[in-house]
């Protein structure tokens, strides 16, 4: 045989053998059968030999011995259904215009179909429903459904953007089963609280929390807020936040969360209380509209450190005044420019929120008395509440041509270039922005062919701007002295106004 052959075949039995003997020790080290190696002495394929095996039949605890958990959880379901049957699930379609430009300058446009989802609560046998505003802005068509599934068209019966409530009729002479809204100046932090709602249109979902805070503001113009960590998602807006005894005590309008594009729950979320609720909602069914305390200070600043340097003001607290609309209750009361509102009726005012809330939760005809500090002097005025009408955040007064040439005052330099700005609603912050939007230009103002309205300031000479007031306040304090560089966004465009200087008089 040849010596080449000879020892390939002794390689070949080598590793015959060392390969079988892993095998054999693998398969005796796994438990395994040594006889299904062998051909013919394997099982037969698909025999199956049955396990012997015992379940428990008993619990490891008796309900006895957790009493107090098996009443809670007995509770919780109790709670959940006799609260769920009046939430409903909204579903909203609208168009939306989109103009599209082409490569010879002109301009098209075309209508593509909108869809929304969020949640709401019956609030009365008749079957109005509240919700948030911003779920149903803009939409033609409203469908709710509810617990069992029925489903029932519905319109708006009128809306209130600020508080961001919407109040709805489903299209049906039936009689519904309604939630009752509670006293939300009775919540107490770290009491229990459920929300329910649509979340990511799921369905009907309950979650459990408690109240993590009170007195929370998402902007200038919001009111205050609950704050709670029970679970409110894209979807819960307009859905009741209810106490254990199943009254509504808040209604879910938004959430935190880092990611503006993508937003999901970090454990906090905010709530409108139901004492807010419950004023829109009567006024509403009532006149079609909210009703709300109007003064006419549309300027006013916290007392901060430039405030006591410029006014020389070192008094404990109050808010600075910065702009009177004219005609005003708060002009006819006397309050002006540069003076610091201490208290109103005997409530010590620490900020410009407080006073904007007290004022709008006044009622019509109200008279408040109204403590300032004035160069040196304090005083009390006199004001009567009068309706809120269309709030206008900069004086809309005529320009005075003979102002030009000479030195003014902030209010004086805002009424030449004539804009007129909203702070932003509770959903343009949550989806990110941060500014003042134009609402309104003066025919003869300044800037009356630069701006548009709609545009989104938000920023003033690269310095950014959180809201109306600090727009105000940095364009009185640039328009002075220089040209002042608005940076703006714009059809989703960002670009830079520029606006001349309001030389004084030499």
Do not use: C
């Not at 006895?64 to 959940?80: H, K, M, P």
């Not at 419950?278 to 006419?296: A, H, M, N, T, V």
């Not at 938000?458 to 940095?474: D, G, H, K, P, T």
């Amino acid at each position: 045989m040849n010596p080449a052959f000879r020892r390939l075949l002794a390689l070949t039995v080598v590793f015959v053998t060392a390969f079988a003997a892993v095998t054999v020790l693998r398969t005796y080290r796994a438990g395994g059968d040594l006889r299904s190696l062998i051909p013919g002495f394997s099982n037969k394929t698909g025999e199956f030999k049955p396990e012997k095996f015992t379940l428990p039949e008993q619990p490891p605890l008796d309900l006895g011995d957790v009493e107090l958990l098996s009443r809670l959880n007995n509770e919780y379901a109790t709670l959940t259904e006799v609260v769920v049957p009046s939430v409903v699930s909204i579903d909203t379609t609208g168009v939306r215009t989109e103009r599209l430009f082409d490569v010879w300058g002109g301009t098209q446009s075309r209508n593509l179909p909108t869809q929304g989802q969020g949640s709401g609560v019956i609030v009365t046998s008749e079957g109005h429903v509240v919700t948030n505003h911003h779920v149903i802005a803009g939409q033609q068509r409203i469908q709710v459904t509810l617990h069992g599934g029925k489903t029932y068209t519905a319109h708006l019966i009128g809306e209130d953007t600020l508080l961001d409530i919407a109040v709805l009729k489903i299209d049906s002479k039936e009689t519904f089963t309604p939630l009752k809204m509670g006293d939300s100046s009775q919540v107490k932090v770290g009491q229990i609280v459920m929300a329910i709602g649509n979340p990511f249109g799921l369905g009907e979902t309950v979650t459990q929390g408690i109240i993590s805070a009170k007195e929370r503001s998402l902007s200038d113009n919001q009111r205050d807020l609950f704050q709670t960590d029970a679970a409110i998602n894209p979807g819960n807006s307009g859905g009741p936040l209810v106490n254990l005894r199943g009254e509504i005590i808040g209604i879910n309008v938004a959430i935190y969360s880092p990611d503006k594009q993508n937003p999901g729950f970090q454990g906090v979320g905010f709530s409108i209380p139901s004492n807010d609720v419950k004023d829109s909602l009567f006024q509403i069914l009532e006149r079609g509209r909210p009703i709300r305390g109007y003064l006419g200070i549309n300027q006013v600043r916290d007392v901060d450190a430039m405030v006591r340097s410029v006014l020389q003001y070192d008094g404990p607290g109050g808010v600075a005044v910065i702009g009177i609309l004219p005609g005003s209750p708060a002009q006819t009361a006397g309050l002006q420019y540069g003076d610091i509102v201490e208290s109103v009726n005997g409530e010590k005012i620490r900020t410009a929120q407080q006073l904007i809330s007290l004022v709008q939760r006044a009622k019509v005809g109200q008279t408040l008395g109204i403590d300032i500090w004035r160069k040196g002097n304090t005083q009390e005025l006199k004001a009567t509440i009068a309706e809120a009408g269309a709030t206008a955040l900069a004086p809309p007064l005529p320009l005075d041509p003979s102002a030009q040439g000479r030195a003014r005052e902030p209010r004086e330099i805002l009424q030449a270039l004539g804009i007129q700005v909203r702070d932003l609603s509770v959903t343009e912050r949550m989806r990110g922005y941060s500014g003042a939007v134009v609402t309104n230009l003066l025919p003869s103002g300044l800037a009356a062919d630069l701006l548009k309205p709609g545009d989104l300031i938000y920023a003033v000479n690269q310095s950014r701007v959180s809201n109306a007031n600090e727009f105000f306040l940095s364009l009185a304090a640039s328009a002075a002295v220089r040209d002042t560089t608005l940076n703006i966004v714009r059809n989703g465009q960002i670009s830079k106004v520029n606006l001349p200087a309001l030389p004084p008089d030499e």
